[in-house]
T-cell receptor, first 112, second 113 residues
């Protein structure tokens, strides 16, 4: 079953602009992760935020987590053409090997 | 080495064929996963192996048979598949008792005719 719901489903912006994607989930979580997928290939892990964290940064990425609203956002600043991809949030209940439940994803297009 | 490899990259098979997908990692991870992804959909968990034992089977039809011969290798045996099984099959691995970050392979794109 799908846990996360991304919003928007598709986003097209100009290169250099910031892109914001949102994710909502339904059950309690230990962590929330964001992954990127280029053109139906393998997923690349971007960032993990734990349930006791509110914000996390990695390079041009900023992730926030609001456990009271069961939502997270991913901000990509100063977007580049290479950021064109699908972005998925994923939740795990902790303990490593329980698999991930992915949201529906946001398809991001960066116009040059 | 932080890579998960999958072979083959592409596979076309008939409904009566038997084929296998292979996944390999040399990161010392003790958990390995199979996901199925249909076009324009998110990945869906199929199986989880931890310490070479099957720990999760998400009600996957028996025409899909996973196997973990050793801690580095994960196979998915396919038999009597249906056209609706056509999808991208993704393998992933993770540390068992540390971070839950999963490392994904590039996938095998399967077409069942």
């Amino acid at each position: 079953s799908q846990q996360g719901e991304e919003d928007p489903q598709a986003l097209s912006i100009q290169e250099g602009e910031n892109a914001t994607m949102n994710c909502s989930y339904k059950t309690s979580i230990n962590n929330l992760q964001w992954y990127r997928q280029n053109s139906g290939r393998g997923l690349v892990h971007l960032i993990l935020i734990r349930s006791n964290e509110r914000e996390k940064h990695s390079g041009r990425l900023r992730v926030t987590l609001d456990t009271s609203k069961k939502s997270s956002s991913l901000l990509i600043t100063a977007s580049r053409a290479a950021d064109t991809a699908s972005y998925f949030c994923a939740t795990g209940s902790g303990g490593g090997a329980d698999g991930l439940t992915f949201g529906k994803g946001t398809h991001l297009i960066i116009q040059p | 080495d932080t890579e998960v490899t999958q072979t083959p990259k592409h596979l076309v098979m008939g409904m009566t064929n038997k084929k296998s997908l292979k996944c390999e990692q040399h990161m010392g991870h003790r958990a390995m996963y199979w996901y199925k992804q249909k076009a324009k959909k998110p990945p869906e968990l199929m199986f989880v192996y931890s310490y070479e034992k099957l720990s999760i089977n998400e009600s996957v039809p028996s025409r899909f048979s996973p196997e973990c011969p050793n801690s580095s290798l994960l196979n998915l045996h396919l038999h009597a598949l249906q056209p609706e099984d056509s999808a991208l099959y993704l393998c992933a691995s993770s540390q068992w008792d540390r971070e839950e970050t999963q490392y994904f392979g590039p996938g095998t794109r399967l077409l069942v005719l």
